[in-house]
Nanobody, 126 residues
Framework: VQLQASGGGLVQAGGSLRLSCAAS????????IAWFRQAPGKEREFVAA????????KYADSVKGRFTISRDNAKNTVYLQMNSLKPEDTAVYYC????????????????????WGQGTLVTVSS
């Protein structure tokens, strides 16, 4: 399965964006989906993830309370609502599919996900 992230753009600090992650090829309704981001010169870092059913989610401390991850399995799409954006949120955002079938624990390592697409650039100006 290949994922395509979209919805990025340029926004002022304090603004909001909603990212979408759509799958092509086959459904990902039985897998966790995660968002990671990578700023220039930095490693890819975990942002948020949601389990296969949509019941559980996990967030990086840096985005907790500001970002919300959700999924619509009927549309094979996962969303990342980003509010109160800060300049340090500037990065390319990627989504990935979890390698486990209906896993019981949400992972935060990029090695646990695959299907990365090109990502979508989010730029937050101060």
């Amino acid at each position: 399965v290949q994922l395509q992230a979209s919805g990025g753009g340029l926004v002022q600090a304090g603004g909001s964006l909603r990212l979408s992650c759509a799958a092509s090829g086959r459904t990902f309704s039985n897998a966790d989906i995660a968002w990671f981001r990578q700023a220039p010169g930095k490693e890819r870092e975990f942002v948020a993830a949601i389990n296969w059913s949509g019941v559980s989610s996990k967030y990086a401390d840096s985005v907790k309370g500001r970002f919300t991850i959700s999924r619509d399995n009927a549309k094979n799409t996962v969303y990342l609502q980003m509010n109160s954006l800060k300049p340090e949120d500037t990065a390319v955002y990627y989504c990935g599919v979890g390698t486990m079938y209906r896993g019981s624990v949400i992972g935060v390592s990029p090695s646990l996900y695959y299907g990365w697409g090109q990502g979508t650039l989010v730029t937050v100006s101060s």
